[in-house]
């Protein structure tokens, strides 16, 4: 079956780094994508990760281990705007678009 | 760019009556999604298209959900007839062919069915 995990909530002080993990069990996979989504918005795609390392865009890096199921976000200088939900979503399929969301970490940055 | 632009962005509606979602892509984009927003059950995708084909409609919770794509400009999610479990937000998203995997949403559909 499928399986993603993240914790449900996370808070962090302004100007520190938080580090959000990600584990998954899936049929297939072709690729593990993070996105952002703050309170009532569409979610805003981060990161796109299909080998295993480390890939890094400006405070966001996201980390993937193919061997075991696991990811990580990393966001760095926090800043209030960061306040917002994060979703990890593998991708199964090898020739196709199927993907699958885990149920996404509340991240609350304070002052 | 407009963006993604979906209509409408809010919808009440009584259970047994038709929905339609509309969506426009960000033009020149070939791959398309609808997905479907609920506490419960999270970010769930239900069927994607590409280039006006659609490819997965797995995820499509039963016949009474449709979906369409006449043209590379327009989509339409229909529901019928609707029930009090389909209240949700429904997203779409588009994205360029080839190796680009940045999705784009649009704002969303929110939908009550009483």
């Known amino acids: 079956g499928q399986n993603i995990d993240q914790p449900t909530e996370m808070t962090a002080t302004e100007g520190a780094i938080v580090q959000i993990n990600c584990t998954y069990q899936?049929?297939?996979?072709?690729?593990l994508f993070w996105y952002q989504q703050h309170a009532g918005e569409a979610p805003t795609f981060l990161s796109y990760?299909?080998?295993?390392g480390l890939e890094e865009k400006g405070r966001f890096s996201s980390f993937l281990s193919r061997s075991k199921g696991y990811s990580y976000l990393l966001l760095k200088e926090l800043q209030m705007k960061d306040s917002a939900s994060y979703l990890c979503a593998v991708r199964e399929s090898v020739v196709g678009q199927n993907f699958v969301f885990g149920p996404g970490t509340r991240l609350s940055v304070l002052p | 760019d407009a963006g993604v632009i979906q209509s409408p962005r809010h919808e009440v509606t009584e259970m047994g009556q038709e929905v339609t979602l509309r969506c426009k892509p960000i033009s020149g984009h070939n791959s398309l999604f609808w997905y479907r927003q609920t506490m419960m059950r999270g970010l769930e995708l239900l069927i994607y298209f590409n280039n006006n084909v659609p490819i997965d409609d797995s995820g499509m919770p039963e016949d009474r959900f449709s979906a369409k794509m006449p043209n590379a400009s327009f989509s339409t999610l229909k529901i019928q007839p609707s029930e009090p479990r389909d209240s949700a937000v429904y997203f779409c998203?588009?994205?360029?062919?080839?190796?680009?995997?940045?999705?784009?949403f649009g704002p969303g559909t929110r939908l009550l069915v009483l």
């Open positions: 899936t049929s297939g996979f072709n690729g």
């Open positions: 990760n299909v080998l295993d």
């Open positions: 998203a588009s994205k360029l062919g080839g190796w680009e995997e940045t999705q784009y």
